[in-house]
T-cell receptor, first 113, second 112 residues
C-alpha cells in the first residue's frame, strides 16, 4: 500500500502567495525530511523534522508524528521557490527487515511572476 | 565542509563501456547511499553502506557495482548498461542510518 502520500501533486501560485504542502505517512517515524529539488536536479534539504515545528526564513514545517502527517508552509512565495518538494520518511521496507528513507511522489510547485 | 560532491556531473556512455561514478563527503558521516531517479519520479534507493559495509542492496542488477573504499568515498561502477538505465544518479550521506540525509547534486547519465 501507499506509505508516503503527498498532496497536492501540482500547485501553481502567483508570486507573493502562501501555500501549504502536506505529507501523510503510514507508520510511526524517527526521521522525516522535506527536500526541494531544483530544475537542475539538486535535492536541497529544507528540514529534518521527525516531530514538532521548525522555521527557516519564509519556510516552516510541522510534523505531528502521532497523527502521521507533516506540513510544509511557504510564505510570500518567489519564482525561485519553483521545483519539486519531496517529503521523505524513514520506513520499514516491505520485507520488514530493514529501514530506508522512502520518498513521496512530490509536489510540483510553479510560482509565476 | 557540509557538502556531498559527485563527479562527473554528466556522463554519456555506450552499452559496452565501463565507467564509474564517484561520491565524496568530509562530514564524518558513516552511512552513504546511492539513489536512482527517473524523470518526474521520486528517487529510489539502490544501495546503502554503513560503516563502509554494504547493508542494503535493493535487488539492483549486477551491471551496477558499488564500492566503498573508505569512510569518505563511495563509487558506483557501471558495466554493460542498457538505455533504460539512463537517469539521474544521486549520492547521499548521513551521520548514521536514520539521521538527516545530505544529497549531492547528482550525475546525469545517458546510455546510448
Amino acid at each position: 500500500g501507499i506509505q508516503v502520500e503527498q498532496s497536492p501533486p501540482d500547485l501553481i501560485l502567483q508570486e507573493g502567495a502562501n501555500s501549504t504542502l502536506r505529507c501523510n505517512f503510514s507508520d510511526s517515524v524517527n526521521n522525516l525530511q522535506w527536500f526541494h529539488q531544483n530544475p537542475w536536479g539538486q535535492l536541497i534539504n529544507l528540514f529534518y523534522i521527525p516531530s514538532g515545528t521548525k522555521q527557516n526564513g519564509r519556510l516552516s514545517a510541522t510534523t505531528v508524528a502521532t497523527e502521521r502527517y507533516s506540513l510544509l508552509y511557504i510564505s510570500s512565495s518567489q519564482t525561485t521557490d519553483s521545483g519539486v518538494y519531496f517529503c521523505a520518511v524513514w520506513l520499514r521496507n516491505s520485507g520488514g527487515s530493514n529501514y530506508k528513507l522512502t520518498f513521496g511522489k512530490g509536489t510540483l510547485l510553479t510560482v509565476n511572476p | 565542509d557540509t557538502e556531498v560532491t559527485q563527479t562527473p556531473k554528466h556522463l554519456v556512455m555506450g552499452m559496452t563501456n565501463k565507467k564509474s561514478l564517484k561520491c565524496e563527503q568530509h562530514m564524518g558521516h558513516r552511512a552513504m547511499y546511492w539513489y536512482k531517479q527517473k524523470a518526474k519520479k521520486p528517487p529510489e534507493l539502490m544501495f546503502v553502506y554503513s560503516y563502509e559495509k554494504l547493508s542494503i542492496n535493493e535487488s539492483v542488477p549486477s551491471r551496477f557495482s558499488p564500492e566503498c573504499p573508505n569512510s569518505s568515498l563511495l563509487n558506483l561502477h557501471l558495466h554493460a548498461l542498457q538505455p533504460e538505465d539512463s537517469a539521474l544518479y544521486l549520492c547521499a550521506s548521513s551521520r548514521n542510518r536514520g539521521y538527516g540525509y545530505t544529497f549531492g547534486s547528482g550525475t546525469r547519465l545517458t546510455v546510448v
